[in-house]
């Protein structure tokens, strides 16, 4: 396949994918990485676990701030620069939180990190959708899948070895040298494969963009710590939900908006980011639930846990190009039926797990929910990329992202709190720990239990609703290219008349 960058000289197309997504994956691995390193360092620097939790919540904010502002991004600075900015952005942040000899120090390098992150996450799809031809894409982003899924996965596993035998700032340290080469690697082999149309930006466009996300993001992340009554927890999701709707007006009344929310005039697109979170809903949240369940039912340490999980990860790796290639084939509907119903059968017997459930069992079923899960990813995000035309791809990819991340943050919210509320309202009193100390372990045992039982029907039931919406695709012909501009375009002359 010959491509050619934006001053009409050859690309690379092998190298420049490999650059592509060897860098995507240590930035996404970089954001469980930490995992199963809290309680060490909150030993190291002496802080309490609703400080270390900042380490998560400020990393997420700001990167969910900073994808919608990719799409602006990637208009305006030549690929090659953008991403070597976002790249070295990174790396700087990596440094910083490797040198740290305090917990402020330490959460500057995160948050320095997660404005890399925030960037090269879309920019990896937007060049992977811009540089193949529609019918390559689903084989094209089942590559970036391997990224985009297994990085996630393998996070906690690699973190507990890590800390078990290096200590925390390895977690870092091996990280470096990595991103140094993909810069290096960028140098020669990242080209100007994005078309450029210097866009001013909208500054209010650009501060209700970082208020409403960054505060929705917030709230959500601030439920497991404070609860869904707390004020602060209410008051940040409701300051976001009504700066994002202000936000959302104010694009459809723009000339050139700082991210096209009329993309979800189209309907697969709409569909497909809806079921593309939902399947990141139902992974996220077995991902949050079963290492904890493994831990404290099970007395496994985050290392063996971790590997438990393993196996899942591994097969997303190898199933993403293959699903992608076959998505080529016959379209994102018959794959995402088939992934959801997986990913819902596979999550049912969760619900019933034990104190004495083989932990075998617990890695075969979270197998079979990954291998439903590469059905679904990487295919239905192409399939809705594909319902747009070339230029709104950039705001496509932005708004698929954003969507996702709020999803999650919202799952890992709703996960939590059922997991925690369950749990309170069924153990025992506190009063029988001194009249039969057996019987009370015996009934908080059970409480908790009764606490995963009840998160993993809630991650049944995201799994449920996006196998009956998947029967809603359309069939295996590509959507029509949707000109949003020429909508955007349209509304305007009509309200002008």
């Known amino acids: 396949m010959q491509v050619k960058d934006n001053n009409g000289r050859p690309v690379n197309?092998?190298?420049?994918?490999?650059?592509?997504?060897?860098?995507?994956?240590?930035?996404?691995?970089?954001?469980?990485?930490?995992?199963?390193?809290?309680?060490?360092?909150?030993?190291?620097?002496?802080?309490?676990?609703?400080?270390?939790?900042?380490?998560?919540?400020?990393?997420?904010?700001?990167?969910?701030?900073?994808?919608?502002?990719?799409?602006?991004?990637?208009?305006?600075?030549?690929?090659?620069?953008?991403?070597?900015?976002?790249?070295?952005?990174?790396?700087?942040?990596?440094?910083?939180?490797?040198?740290?000899?305090?917990?402020?120090?330490?959460?500057?390098?995160?948050?320095?990190?997660?404005?890399?992150?925030?960037?090269?996450?879309?920019?990896?799809?937007?060049?992977?959708?811009?540089?193949?031809?529609?019918?390559?894409?689903?084989?094209?982003?089942?590559?970036?899948?391997?990224?985009?899924?297994?990085?996630?996965?393998?996070?906690?596993?690699?973190?507990?070895?890590?800390?078990?035998?290096?200590?925390?700032?390895?977690?870092?340290?091996?990280?470096?040298?990595?991103?140094?080469?993909?810069?290096?690697?960028?140098?020669?082999?990242?080209?100007?494969?994005?078309?450029?149309?210097?866009?001013?930006?909208?500054?209010?466009?650009?501060?209700?963009?970082?208020?409403?996300?960054?505060?929705?993001?917030?709230?959500?992340?601030?439920?497991?710590?404070?609860?869904?009554?707390?004020?602060?927890?209410?008051?940040?999701?409701?300051?976001?939900a009504i700066v994002i709707a202000l936000f959302s007006m104010r694009q459809l009344h723009l000339k050139n908006p700082f991210v096209q929310i009329r993309v979800f005039t189209n309907r697969t697109f709409t569909l497909s980011t809806i079921l593309g979170s939902i399947a990141n809903m139902a992974m996220v949240g077995a991902e949050m639930v079963i290492p904890l369940y493994l831990q404290i039912i099970h007395g496994k340490s985050a290392l063996e846990s971790g590997l438990t999980l393993l196996p899942g990860a591994l097969l997303i790796a190898l199933m993403s190009p293959v699903t992608g290639a076959v998505f080529d084939r016959i379209g994102a509907r018959r794959l995402a039926q088939l992934g959801l119903f997986l990913l819902a059968i596979a999550t049912v017997p969760y619900a019933f797990i034990t104190a004495t459930t083989p932990s075998i069992y617990i890695t075969v079923l979270y197998a079979v929910r990954m291998f439903g899960v590469s059905m679904v990813m990487m295919p239905l995000t192409t399939n809705g990329m594909n319902a747009l035309s070339g230029e709104m791809i950039r705001h496509g990819t932005a708004v698929n992202n954003t969507v996702r991340q709020v999803a999650t943050s919202m799952t890992t919210a709703i996960m939590v709190s059922v997991l925690t509320n369950v749990t309170n309202s069924a153990k025992p009193a506190a009063s029988l720990l001194k009249l039969d100390p057996l019987a009370y372990k015996h009934d908080f045992f059970n409480a908790t239990l009764s606490g995963y039982h009840a998160a993993f029907w809630i991650a049944t039931g995201f799994s449920a609703v996006g196998f009956i919406l998947a029967f809603f695709l359309n069939k295996k012909e590509h959507s029509k290219d949707v000109d949003v501009a020429e909508l955007a375009d349209a509304d305007r002359k009509e309200a002008a008349e």
């Open 13 to 240: 197309v092998a190298m420049l994918v490999v650059t592509l997504i060897t860098g995507v994956f240590i930035t996404v691995l970089n954001q469980t990485i930490l995992a199963t390193a809290f309680p060490t360092l909150m030993k190291a620097f002496d802080i309490s676990t609703a400080t270390v939790q900042w380490l998560t919540t400020g990393f997420l904010m700001v990167n969910g701030i900073m994808i919608p502002v990719s799409a602006y991004l990637s208009a305006k600075v030549p690929t090659k620069w953008l991403y070597i900015a976002a790249m070295s952005m990174f790396e700087l942040g990596t440094v910083i939180a490797f040198m740290a000899n305090s917990f402020p120090m330490l959460l500057i390098g995160r948050l320095v990190q997660a404005l890399g992150v925030g960037v090269t996450m879309p920019l990896l799809q937007n060049i992977m959708l811009s540089i193949f031809p529609m019918e390559k894409r689903g084989t094209a982003m089942g590559l970036a899948g391997i990224a985009i899924g297994v990085a996630p996965a393998i996070g906690p596993t690699l973190s507990g070895f890590v800390i078990d035998n290096f200590g925390w700032r390895t977690l870092f340290g091996m990280i470096i040298p990595v991103a140094a080469l993909v810069l290096i690697a960028s140098f020669f082999f990242m080209r100007d494969v994005l078309p450029n149309t210097n866009p001013s930006i909208d500054v209010l466009s650009l501060i209700e963009s970082t208020i409403g996300f960054g505060a929705l993001l917030y709230g959500f992340s601030e439920v497991g710590n404070k609860g869904w009554g707390d004020p602060i927890v209410l008051g940040s999701i409701a300051l976001g």
